[in-house]
């Protein structure tokens, strides 16, 4: 897979997605190339590398290990896909919805909860 430069889509966010796809089609299953590596391999700066990789790490695909190197998580791919409903998200973190002024639950509410 290779980079589009004529592509508007923001190189860090193509090369991310080149990432996603190789570790999810198991191409890197350990530990994933250096930013020096990643660099050289797709001509871009080391800071469209590091936007990439944080990217993977705050989604919990990648893992970064102090002086180790950046590493495949160890959660098994379908906990990355695990979608959840809005309201069970909301429930899970205890957000509670405003609608002017007034708390929403599931029992006052306008809105279906599912």
């Known amino acids: 897979m290779e980079l589009d430069f004529e592509n508007p889509i923001p190189l860090h966010a193509q090369l991310k997605t080149i990432l996603e796809d190789q570790i999810l089609e198991a191409y890197y299953k350990d ?3 250096s930013e020096r590596e990643l660099m050289d391999m797709y001509s871009v700066s ?3 590398v590091r936007e990439a990789v944080s990217i993977l790490v ?3 695909i ?3 290990r102090h002086g180790k190197g950046t590493f495949v998580s160890l959660k098994p791919v379908q906990e990355w ?3 959840i409903n809005f309201t069970e998200t909301t429930k899970s973190m205890r957000i ?3 609608d002017h002024g007034r708390v ?3 029992e ?3 809105c279906k909860w599912f």
């Open 58 to 60: 705050r989604g919990g």
């Open 46 to 48: 080391r800071s469209t």
């Open 31 to 33: 530990k994933i190339p």
């Open 62 to 64: 990648l893992e970064k």
């Open 96 to 98: 509670k919805l405003l």
């Open 108 to 110: 006052n509410s306008r």
């Open 104 to 106: 929403l639950t599931p």
């Open 81 to 83: 896909l695990k979608m």
